[in-house]
């Protein structure tokens, strides 16, 4: 079976890589540049998800490592020139003018400062849990947000960076979901994820089976972190302007981000892709809303935030009705597919599975 599930996976990946391919030349910037949001959307939903959903941490945080990914790419991709220009109100810092990289390493860079500021949030915050931790990481997401908008000459305060080179396509940024997955899935599956999900459902007992709690904790929240940051990079060179609004890298993309992890399933890498889906195109398609239409021979007004007023009662239809979301806990399997096509594969029984291992060692 796992041999069946390499080659399919192999097999989608290079039809998907083509479609990616064929959507670069064919499709309009419009439906490209949504193409492209799902899968930064799906980055912070499954990076968020391995702290809150397998986890078991009720981190409200996500923002602000988002926010120190997106800054610290972007002051490394601006050319020195660049920065002069968009720093009229106090000169930039001077040791920053001059450093430059390029995106990959830029990206790189933002997943790694947001993963050291989440060990040195981590070790005191993690201490606490529930409610208490949610309002401290949520906390520092607001700190982080309000030191961008006062420092002016890292961050250009208010102004923002602008002019960001637009280097997020459908290849870097389906690309790094696709590493996004493969690390994580790898974690969940190994020793350590089998940790976290002891450490979900039950803390004590996990701590009584000699399980240390803190350690594990911490790993997955500077895991997602990293992710975070990574997501960021890529969000603020497809945005190619960012700035510290609450709009933009405030409270409200937590709850963005948690809404698409709740919407798919709450512990599911699956249905986090799934949910950053739903919810990028229902962002995006809703927008219309906010714009004069008419309905039933009735002419209604463009009404600012309409779409979100809709997004939310669909939240909160789902949070009474679909509790467990999408797919809940349940994971994409190809067996479960083949299955419902009428496709069975056959199991190797134990005595099959143990007299192969004894021939391999023999």
């Not at 929240?221 to 940051?229: L, N």
């Amino acid at each position: 079976m796992k041999k069946i599930n390499w080659t399919l996976n192999l097999i989608t990946i290079v039809l998907f890589t083509l479609f990616l391919s064929y959507a670069q030349g064919n499709f309009d910037d419009y439906t490209l540049r949504i193409i492209t949001l799902i899968p930064i959307y799906a980055i912070m939903s499954v990076s968020l998800n391995l702290i809150n959903g397998i986890t078991g941490i009720f981190s409200l945080g996500h923002a602000g490592f988002v926010l120190l990914g997106a800054y610290t790419s972007a002051l490394l991709t601006l050319e020195p020139f660049q920065k002069e220009l968009s720093y009229i109100i106090v000169p930039i810092q001077p040791w920053l003018l001059n450093l430059h990289a390029n995106f990959l390493v830029a990206t790189l860079a933002g997943g790694v400062i947001a993963a050291i500021f989440a060990f040195l949030i981590g070790w005191p915050t993690l201490k606490l849990s529930g409610d208490y931790l949610a309002i401290a990481s949520l906390g520092f997401a607001e700190i982080a947000r309000v030191l961008a908008n006062n420092l002016i000459s890292v961050t250009n305060g208010p102004l923002g960076l602008k002019g960001l080179p637009n280097y997020t396509n459908v290849y870097w940024s389906w690309g790094w979901l696709l590493v996004t997955l493969i690390a994580i899935i790898s974690l969940v599956k190994s020793s350590y994820g089998r940790a976290l999900i002891a450490i979900r459902e039950d803390s004590i007992a996990a701590e009584s089976m000699g399980i240390n709690v803190f350690k594990h904790e911490l790993m997955a929240f500077v895991f997602g972190a990293f992710f975070a940051g990574i997501s960021g990079s890529l969000y603020a060179h497809w945005l190619t302007t960012i700035d510290p609004r609450i709009t933009t890298f405030g409270p409200l993309l937590t709850f963005y981000v948690l809404i698409m992890v709740v919407l798919g399933g709450l512990g599911s890498i699956t249905g986090s892709i799934i949910g950053a889906g739903v919810f990028a195109l229902m962002f995006e398609y809703l927008r219309s809303l906010e714009e004069p239409f008419d309905i039933f021979g009735i002419h209604v007004p463009g009404i600012p935030g309409m779409r979100m007023l809709v997004i939310s009662a669909i939240f909160i239809f789902i949070m009474i009705f679909w509790q467990k979301g999408i797919m809940g806990r349940a994971e994409f399997s190809w067996e479960k597919l083949l299955k419902l096509f009428g496709i069975k594969i056959k199991k190797p029984s134990l005595v099959e599975i143990y007299m192969k291992k004894e021939g391999e060692s023999k």
